[in-house]
């Protein structure tokens, strides 16, 4: 006859993880992915461009092509005197006309949708690119409705 000898399970000091520990951890991954990535867009779209005070925004900007990149409604509302309007909605298919030769200054109503476009004209080989320091919100120069 064979007898069965009961064999004890050892345990090696391993730690089961369960569900919502397994959770947490994949949302902290997430977390820590996406904090990454947009900190790593932010900065590659501010050294897109080169920020510009008001002052120095004046100075040059008869000489440059002055873009406003906010909607059409928000332009026709009040811009920046000499400004032409190139919405970001529409700024894939109308950035070919905005000339690589000639200083680009771009604003909107702070600065966020113009450091993307800037990145976009870089990207197409611009490469004097500016942007306004507090976008049209802070602007105190002379402005032209269109209505």
């Not at 990535?37 to 002055?66: C, P, W």
């Not at 006309?97 to 680009?104: A, C, Y």
Request: aromatic share 10%.
């Amino acid at each position: 006859m064979c007898t069965i000898i009961p064999v004890e399970r050892v345990e090696r000091g391993t730690q089961e993880l369960d569900t919502g520990q397994i959770i947490n951890i994949v949302l902290w991954l997430i977390i820590i992915v996406w904090a990454g990535y947009e900190g790593y867009s932010y900065f590659k779209r501010k050294n897109a461009s080169i920020e510009l005070t008001e002052e120095e925004f004046k100075k040059d900007m008869r000489k440059v092509q002055l873009i406003d990149v906010r909607e059409k409604k928000d332009f026709d509302a009040g811009h920046i005197l000499g400004a032409r309007n190139v919405p970001y909605s529409t700024f894939k298919t109308r950035s070919v006309e905005i000339r690589t030769d000639q200083p680009v200054y771009l604003y909107d109503h702070n600065k966020a949708l113009s450091l993307r476009a800037a990145l976009r004209l870089r990207k197409q080989g611009h490469t004097n690119i500016h942007h306004l320091k507090g976008g049209y919100r802070d602007w105190t120069g002379k402005t032209k409705t269109s209505y």
